[in-house]
Structures are given as structure tokens and as C-alpha cells.
């Protein structure tokens, strides 16, 4: 399989990336691991005329913590999200996740940008960058703007993301010190997109559920944030009443498709259970 | 659509050529210089077959295009053994072993299992398994493949005692 033809272009600077862009409106894509650009384009589902690789842009490339907040740069790749130590200790969930994503060589390309901008719903990023209420930061020609995960997703493949916007960075609130989290995944096998995902954060106070947050992967056309199912778990013990009420209501607000990864009811039934085991598992985590 | 120049060091050998744009890795490597121990075994970045070394680092390079490579150092399967034609370690241990049968998935196991004993010079059975996890052996079962890895590891480490 050969890709269309394409001019290749490589900027040092955002700017530039986003110059190039802004010239060639609607015809340039964004090239970053290109771990799920090429295989469209392989397909021809994708016919860039111009593409801009990112990788020299070292305005792209940092990860900072701080006791406020998370900033990752749009190019940091998996295998580097895995490697942060920094990550590791203030924001496990993020090395959870990746590490359930594709396999070594592909984590060693894909990028956290590529994952959240691309907007397959299979893609495993953007649920935990609504749970952990990400928000996106988009330059455009215009300037700079924000965009919260929760919101940015459309449909399949649709986004908020303007054409001529280039994602530069993610910055997370940093989840409070102590918190559970749990990243659960069901797939076919091993590098396999999601045949149903949940992610859960929790903070636990005296026994008690003071904050919750439960997002899911590839259960509907976009990510979903299950806002009422994280609501039925604060103020509780995440007792076994608590734990179904989640459930259902996160559920409830599932649309899998039926499809080589099994019918919508048994998609829908698994969502049930990664929720379930995802809150277990994030409770025990808990400080 | 101009063709690009292209420069990279194969091999510890720098290398030049004109090229599309369009013209993934995997093919420049087989149809431009000859190399042709990676093979292209699904083209759709499933089976790892096509694994080589890019700066260091496992990559599957029917996914890559060969501008994403430009300036970079590739290793594949022809780079493995030493100078002087003796096998590596991985190679000597998948050949007393058993670790292959038909041997199409053989040099981007073998290449990737260089790599992760690099990264990793101790692994356990399961650090092994996930460390091949983007590699698919449809002869073998892959137990022989991982006790290949375990036999070359021990190897490894025995050499380096010694040096
Ligand atoms: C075999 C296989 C299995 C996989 N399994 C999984 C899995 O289980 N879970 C999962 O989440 N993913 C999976 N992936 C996808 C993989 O993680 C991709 O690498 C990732 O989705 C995209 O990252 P990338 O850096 O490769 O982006 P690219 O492929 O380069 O880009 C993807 C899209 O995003 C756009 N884009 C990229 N960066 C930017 C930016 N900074 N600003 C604006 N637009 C941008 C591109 O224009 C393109 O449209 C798999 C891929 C393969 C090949
Ligand atoms: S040919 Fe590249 S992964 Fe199969
Ligand atoms: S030896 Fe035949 S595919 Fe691995």
C-alpha cells in the first residue's frame, strides 16, 4: 500500500509549523509519530498535499510538574510518558495508560499529541484527558486559545481543532497527592485498540469518597466524561450501592457500535464491569 | 511533488539518494540499498517484521517515511554480527535454540530482541514477552524465542563479566 504523493516540510520553530499550515489551509496535515496518519494514508483515507513534521520542534518536547500543574508537550512520545519519573509519582494514570497502548516499537513514535488530536475514538488518551479535565492549547494564526478536553471531542475524527491550529501542549491540573487511580482496559489481545475501557481517579478522606472522576475509551464516536457516575461516588464509601449506581449511570450514557470487537450489548456489559473493576482498584490505591 | 535528498547513516555507513517523499523506509531500505533482511510482512504496523533500529530505538519502519529519517542512524538485521561475520549473541542463541522455523519474522525479532536487551540487559520471562509484544511469529509459539532471549541475555552478561 502507497500513500499519495505529498511535499514534505520539516520547521524548527511552532511558528513556521504554523505559517505552513495556514498557507497551504485544509491541504497540510500535521505529521508527528505518524503511527496513525500513514496507515490512513496508506488507505487513502488521507491525501495531504503538504506534510509538516514536528519532530524538530523542541518548543514541543518538554514534560514540567509542578504541585498546580501538569504540562506536556504535544511531541512527548508514549515511551517517554512512561519513562517520566515525574509523571509516575504526581500523575500515574498517564504511564498506566500508555503502557496499555500498541506495543514497544509504536509507543517509541506515537506521540500524546497525535494520540488526543487525532480523534479515533479507539485511542485511549482522550478519556483520561477528560478525567483528569485536561485542557488543550491550540496556536493558530489568530494566536493562542484553550480548549477543554471535555469539550474538544465532535464525532469520529471531528474535533475543535481548527485546520490551521497546531496542538502544542496539554496542561492537566496536577490531581491532589494521595488520590487512586486505575486505568482498565479489555482488548483482543495485546496492542489492541479497546473493546471497552474505563479510567477512574478517586480521593478518599477518613473512609469517605471526596472527589471522583470516571471517563471511557471507544464506547461511543468520542471519548465520554461520565460526569452523573462520578457524582454517585462522592460522598460515599465506594461501597457495593455506590459502586452499581456508577455503573449504571456510566452505562447509561454509552453508544458502542457493533463491530469486529463484538455487539453493542456486550460492549455495553463490559463498559459495566471495567467501571466496576477500575473504581475497585483505583479505592485500594488510595491513600 | 520534488524528490527530496535524503542523507543517513545504514550500517555505520552514511548513505545518499534521491527520493520521494512518499517512499516509506522499509522500501528504500529493501529497493535502494538492498538490504532486504527487514521484510514487510503485514505493511499495516501489526507484525514488526519490518523492525529496525532508528537512533537507538525499535521502530516499525513500514511507518515511517524516509524524510522522518533523514540525518539519523538505522541498524538493521545485516548489522547485527560483528565485523567479522561471527554472530551476535541474539542470532547465535535463536540459531541453538530453535527460537525460528520458516524464518520470515526472524530478523525483526532478532533486531528488536537486541534492542530490548540493550535497554533492558536483565529481563524477566514477562519483561521478555512484552518487550516483543509488537513482534507476531506465526511458526514457532514464541516459547523458543523467549528462551533464546533468555540463553543470549545470560551470555551478554557472562561477556561483560569478563570484560
Ligand atoms: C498497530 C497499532 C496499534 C495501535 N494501538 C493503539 C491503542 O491501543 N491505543 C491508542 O490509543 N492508540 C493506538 N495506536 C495509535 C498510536 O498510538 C498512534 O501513534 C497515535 O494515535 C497517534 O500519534 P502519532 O504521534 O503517531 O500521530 P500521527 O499519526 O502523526 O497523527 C495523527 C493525527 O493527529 C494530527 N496531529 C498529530 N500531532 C498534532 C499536533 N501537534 N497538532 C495538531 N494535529 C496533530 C495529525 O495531523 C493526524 O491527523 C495504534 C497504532 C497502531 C499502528
Ligand atoms: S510490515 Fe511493518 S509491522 Fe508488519
Ligand atoms: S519463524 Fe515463521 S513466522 Fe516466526
Redesign the pocket.
Known amino acids: 500500500m502507497i500513500p499519495g504523493s505529498f511535499d514534505y516540510h520539516r520547521p524548527n520553530t511552532i511558528d513556521e509549523a504554523v505559517g505552513l499550515l495556514a498557507s497551504h489551509a485544509g491541504d497540510a ?11 490512513m494514508m496508506k488507505l487513502r483515507m488521507a491525501t495531504p498535499e503538504h506534510l509538516i513534521d ?1 519532530q524538530d520542534i523542541s518548543e514541543l518536547t518538554g514534560i514540567s510538574v509542578n504541585a498546580d500543574h501538569i504540562e506536556i508537550g ?2 512527548v512520545t ?1 515511551a517517554q510518558l512512561i519513562a517520566s519519573a515525574d509523571l509516575s509519582t504526581h500523575c500515574p494514570i498517564l504511564s498506566e495508560t500508555a503502557l496499555q ?2 506495543d514497544p516499537q ?1 509507543r517509541n ?3 500524546i ?3 488526543v ?2 480523534g ?1 475514538p ?4 482522550p478519556a483520561i484527558m477528560q478525567l483528569l479535565d485536561a485542557a488543550f492549547v491550540l496556536r493558530g494564526p489568530d494566536g493562542t486559545r484553550n480548549v477543554s478536553a471535555r469539550t474538544f471531542y465532535e464525532a469520529a475524527y471531528f474535533t475543535a ?1 481548527d485546520e490551521s491550529e ?2 502544542t501542549a496539554i496542561r492537566i491540573p496536577t490531581p491532589p497527592a494521595g488520590h487512586g487511580h486505575s486505568y482498565q482496559k479489555q482488548k483482543r489481545k495485546i ?3 479497546a473493546t471497552a475501557a474505563a479510567g477512574v481517579i478517586v480521593t478518599m478522606h477518613n473512609g469517605t469518597c471526596t472527589s471522583a472522576s470516571i471517563a471511557l475509551t471507544n464506547l461511543a464516536d468520542t471519548p465520554l466524561w461520565a460526569e452523573a457516575a462520578s457524582n454517585a461516588l462522592v460522598g460515599t464509601s465506594l461501597d457495593a450501592t455506590a459502586i452499581d449506581a456508577a455503573v449504571s449511570a456510566a452505562r447509561a450514557i454509552t453508544d458502542p457500535a457493533s463491530d469486529g470487537r463484538g455487539p453493542k450489548e456486550y460492549r455495553t456489559h463490559l463498559a459495566g464491569i471495567m467501571v466496576k473493576r477500575a473504581i475497585q482498584t483505583a479505592h485500594a490505591r488510595a491513600a | 511533488m520534488s524528490k527530496t535528498h535524503v542523507k543517513m547513516t545504514v550500517n555505520g555507513k552514511p548513505v545518499e539518494a534521491l527520493a520521494e517523499p512518499r517512499t516509506l523506509l522499509i522500501h528504500f531500505l529493501r529497493e535502494e540499498l538492498n538490504l532486504t533482511g527487514p521484510h514487510i510482512g503485514c505493511d499495516t ?2 507484525c514488526g517484521a519490518c523492525t529496525v533500529d532508528i537512533d537507538g530505538k525499535s521502530v516499525k519502519s513500514c ?1 515511517v517515511f524516509v524524510g522522518q529519517a533523514q540525518d539519523s542512524e538505522i541498524k538493521t538485521i545485516e548489522g547485527i554480527a560483528h565485523p567479522d561475520g561471527t554472530l551476535h549473541a541474539v542470532q547465535e542463541a535463536f540459531r541453538q535454540h530453535h527460537g525460528l522455523q520458516c524464518g520470515f519474522c526472524t530478523p525483526g525479532m532478532i533486531t528488536r530482541a537486541y534492542r530490548l536487551l540493550q535497554e533492558n540487559p536483565n529481563p524477566s520471562e514477562e519483561e521478555i514477552r512484552h518487550g516483543i509484544s509488537g513482534n507476531l511469529c506465526r511458526c514457532t509459539g514464541y516459547q523458543n524465542i523467549v528462551k533464546a532471549i533468555q540463553v543470549a541475555a545470560e551470555e551478554l552478561s557472562v561477556k561483560e563479566a569478563a570484560q
Request: aromatic share 4%.
Open positions: 496535515f500535521i505529521l508527528a509519530g505518524g503511527h496513525s496518519l500513514i496507515p514536528i504535544a511531541a508514549q497502548i500498541a509504536i513514535v506515537g506521540t499529541g497525535g494520540n488530536a487525532n479515533d479507539g485511542n485511549d488518551m481543532r497546531i496542538l496492542g489492541d485498540y | 504496523s501489526h511507518t
